[in-house]
């Protein structure tokens, strides 16, 4: 269908531009003038003025086009079926242009003029006058030199359907003279690089999609057909519907039909069989011109009981809101174009007139066909019309017509700033500005660009990088009165706003539902799954056609599936309820114990530190860099709190600090007994002959320094692996079904393993130098207690690693909990014990001379 689409829109365009060859321009012996070739007789209606701007309007429904033929004798179109909406249109343009001369703020010194054509609702002859507009209807006029001059038209208003505007844009476009569409809403037209004159004061049907998914959503359709026009504008639609359904609504489509163009009963019936085998009730149409022989087809096989979403293109149209209809069509919800008033549009159409702004009725065909027409056959054209009641008229619910205002004054704002440039501060080459006289029609489409006003309504007029208006729709609902009458009913909207985005707004009080039960319809492909049952997608149906089929041991739901992740089914299989957490609490007896020992731990440190400051003179404390102590002390101290990271339920902060805080605490306690134990290697080097030269390398500054260095790897290791692959907290279900584990994923393995990688280093470099040092002569030599200290510290950790490795969950943490403990606890005993013990016990062992072994007496 694609193709054969394609095929005939190369016709079509062939055609069109075949047919415009026979008026194209071409200059004469003289440069001085051009003449045109060919011309068309075009109904159209025209106004001169500093200023023109053009119009295409749909005044009449078809069209007989003659015979094409390389003869001078003019083509005489005749158009058919007379339509006052469509003349309303376009005398909704006349008036704009007449109120915007009037306006003393608007272009004060400019007067607008209009040359306003009649599509005949056939591309041929909308193409046709476009391109008349684009190069003037004049036979002979005069130009610059090779034609070359300031266009007969700077913008025009139109056209109204898509297709048209696509085959319109494709060539005006090339010449960036500015086209505003009132109407054509395919979304292709927003393609700036193929349509880069192109505007529109409508929304195109990529928000018109949205917009409905929105209402579907609203009342939980999920399954619905689409109906379709034959043309761009169908094509485009049903591809971005069917696209956003799926992926917005989380909808399908149960079928998408094309309605065909002209009378094809046959096919049509087909399409109806298809809506009536379905299982959707609810169907949305985007079509306008088929509607009439396809609601024949609708009420002759009685097709009732189904919920219709219209397009803009036809929730407002009259024709179709017939008692006849209304048992079928009776509560049909419709995106409309945004209402909009026009103070005194009435009373300037009541002054329509044959010689409105213009003596000459060939040049205001489409007036003198209306007043023709206007009350009937036998009607002379000089009938008041005041006093006769005419959909021409009707100015009640303006629609496009708002649109069509809002065009024309986009385009008088823009020529209003253009216009309103300062001579050396204008956007074109060396800051200039245009001007009336040599006005290009590129320079008029950067203003209409930035143009940005608000309508006496009070909407906000503006266009984005494609051309396309700030969008904003009414709701509409079709009412069927109990008097028989029928009323559309406005119940809500749907805009996009610049802070809100995309809203919607519905009255459902206010809707009318033609269904017994007064309420809206189901329309789902398959219905909630029972208790105990989950959604299995049937093979070869859209993901809304499912089977139920049972859930898995623990997975139960009420609703449309199983349980969730994080949820269970009860005991009785009837509910689902949340899984149990588990993760290594204050409050179990391993949190207890472990919280116990670690403060304990802590509150020793203390102890110990308190003694040893108190004793602080004495020789046993002085010994060694009685700083490092102090130091070694505090680090202990700040191993046994950082275990308490690892216990309560993770969280980021805990899970980033946790291994950072013992990375750095084990360090610096590794540290300081590394650096103690050097200082004792140092100090018996030191005492043989010729080695008091190396006492210089381990002063108080020294000592400080190593162990600051040997920290600050360390803490650089850690801040590289918190900013690189930092740690999460992660709830992990692969451990048991019916529980959540809450626990840290590491982030980098890498990290980690560095982290514990370093450490090791250095206590086995620790314990290998005081291993060498065990044996020296003092009487109390610390190397002993340090070899002792760093073996129970390497024993633990080595056993960490595979223990750690092999418990899941909690227990991970338990185990690093107790290896950070028991290492902290064998360090602080093995070095602190027994120099407690002198202290406290032995007071007559804690002097000079038993430390050094002379001038004591064993017992």
């Not at 494709?170 to 809403?185: C, E, H, M, N, W």
């Not at 731990?601 to 108190?614: E, K």
């Not at 200290?789 to 185990?815: E, H, Q, R, T």
């Not at 005993?829 to 016990?841: D, E, Q, R, S, T």
Request: aromatic letters at 12%.
């Amino acid at each position: 269908m694609g193709a054969f689409l394609d095929t005939v829109k190369y016709v079509n365009l062939n055609t069109v531009l075949f047919s415009y060859s026979f008026f194209l321009s071409e200059s004469s012996s003289l440069l001085s003038s051009c003449k045109l070739r060919r011309q068309f007789y075009l109904n159209g209606m025209h106004k001169p003025g500093d200023v023109i701007l053009g119009g295409l309007f749909e005044v009449h429904y078809t069209s007989v086009f003659p015979e094409l033929t390389f003869t001078s004798e003019p083509n005489q179109l005749s158009c058919q079926g007379f339509d006052p909406p469509g003349f309303r249109h376009a005398m909704t343009m006349a008036f704009a242009i007449d109120e915007i001369n009037k306006s003393s703020h608007l272009l004060p010194n400019v007067t607008l003029g209009y040359s306003l054509y009649d599509n005949c609702a056939t591309l041929i002859i909308g193409f046709s006058a476009a391109l008349s507009l684009a190069s003037g209807r004049e036979e002979q006029f005069l130009l610059q030199e090779n034609c070359l001059g300031t266009p007969p038209v700077l913008g025009i208003v139109g056209d109204s359907f898509s297709t048209f505007s696509i085959a319109t844009s494709d060539v005006i476009g090339l010449f960036k003279l500015p086209i505003v569409s009132y109407f054509a809403t395919c979304s292709c037209l927003s393609n700036r690089q193929r349509f880069p004159s192109f505007f529109r004061t409508i929304p195109s049907d990529v928000f018109q999609v949205r917009a409905m998914i929105q209402i579907l959503k609203r009342f939980g359709w999920t399954w619905a057909g689409l109906l379709v026009s034959d043309d761009d504008y169908g094509l485009h639609v049903a591809r971005s519907f069917q696209s956003n359904f799926a992926q917005s609504g989380g909808g399908c489509l149960a079928y998408t039909e094309i309605l065909p163009w002209g009378d094809n009963p046959a096919e049509l019936k087909r399409i109806v069989d298809v809506m009536k085998k379905s299982t959707a009730r609810v169907v949305i149409v985007l079509e306008k011109i088929c509607l009439t022989k396809y609601n024949e087809q609708v009420v002759r096989q009685n097709v009732t009981g189904l919920q219709w979403i219209a397009s803009e293109a036809w929730t407002s149209a009259a024709v179709l809101q017939t008692p006849q209809l209304m048992p079928y069509l009776g509560g049909t919800l419709g995106i409309a174009i945004r209402r909009g008033e026009i103070p005194g549009l009435r009373d300037f159409l009541l002054r329509t007139s044959p010689d409105l702004h213009h003596n000459n009725n060939n040049k205001n065909t489409m007036v003198r066909l209306y007043k023709q027409i206007a009350g009937g056959a036998l009607c002379t054209g000089d009938e008041d019309l005041k006093y006769v009641e005419t959909e021409f008229l009707d100015v009640s619910n303006l629609r496009p017509e708002y649109n069509i205002y809002k065009a024309v004054y986009a385009l008088a704002y823009a020529l209003d700033d253009m216009l309103q440039c300062e001579p050396g501060r204008g956007p074109f080459s060396g800051h200039s500005c245009a001007t009336l006289q040599k006005l290009e029609p590129w320079q008029l489409m950067y203003y209409l660009e930035r143009v940005n006003f608000t309508t006496p309504f009070g909407d906000q007029v503006s266009f984005d990088e494609n051309g396309d208006a700030l969008p904003i729709y009414d709701i509409m609902n079709w009412q069927w009165l109990p008097d028989g009458r029928t009323k559309v009913q406005n119940v809500g909207e749907v805009k996009k706003s610049a802070f809100k985005g995309e809203e919607l707004k519905l009255d459902e009080d206010k809707i009318f539902w033609n269904f017994e039960s007064k309420k809206p319809p189901q329309s789902v492909c398959s219905e909630s799954c029972p208790p105990g049952t989950r959604m299995a997608r049937k093979k070869g149906e859209p993901e809304c056609c499912f089977d139920c089929v049972l859930c898995s041991e623990g997975k139960f739901s009420n609703e449309t599936g199983c349980c969730p992740e994080d949820f269970w089914s009860s005991p009785k299989r009837d509910q689902c309820v949340p899984k149990t957490t588990e993760f290594l609490s204050y409050h179990e007896p391993l949190g207890i114990c472990l919280t116990t020992a670690s403060l304990l731990g802590t509150f020793i440190c203390a102890v110990v530190l308190g003694i040893f400051i108190y004793h602080r003179s004495t020789p046993m404390v002085r010994a060694n860099n009685s700083e490092l102590s102090f130091l070694l002390l505090v680090s202990l101290k700040l191993c046994f709190l950082c275990s308490l990271l690892f216990i309560g339920r993770p969280r980021l902060w805990t899970c980033q600090l946790r291994h950072a805080a013992f990375g750095i605490s084990f360090v610096l306690c590794v540290s300081c007994i590394l650096v103690k134990t050097m200082v004792v290697l140092a100090v018996f080097k030191a005492s043989k002959p010729g080695g008091g030269a190396i006492l210089k390398w381990f002063g108080g500054m020294q000592q400080r320094g190593t162990v600051l260095v040997l920290t600050s790897i360390q803490a650089a290791i850690c801040t590289v692996w918190l900013v690189s692959a930092s740690p999460m907290p992660h709830k992990n279900t692969l451990y048991y079904n019916e529980k959540i584990v809450y626990e840290c994923v590491i982030g980098s393995t890498i990290g980690f393993v560095v982290l514990l990688g370093y450490i090791g280093l250095l206590a086995i470099l620790s314990f290998l130098l005081a291993f060498l040092a065990r044996n020296l002569p003092d009487n109390f030599n610390e190397a002993k207690l340090i070899t002792f200290s760093m073996l129970i510290f390497c024993a633990v950790w080595v056993a960490f690693v595979p223990a750690y490795v092999n418990s899941p969950g909690k227990y991970a943490d338990a185990v690093e909990v107790f290896a950070i403990l028991a290492s902290s606890f064998g360090l602080l005993v093995a070095l602190f014990g027994p120099k407690c013990y002198i202290i406290l016990l032995r007071p007559e062992r804690n002097t000079k001379k038993a430390i050094m072994g002379r001038g004591t007496t064993k017992t």
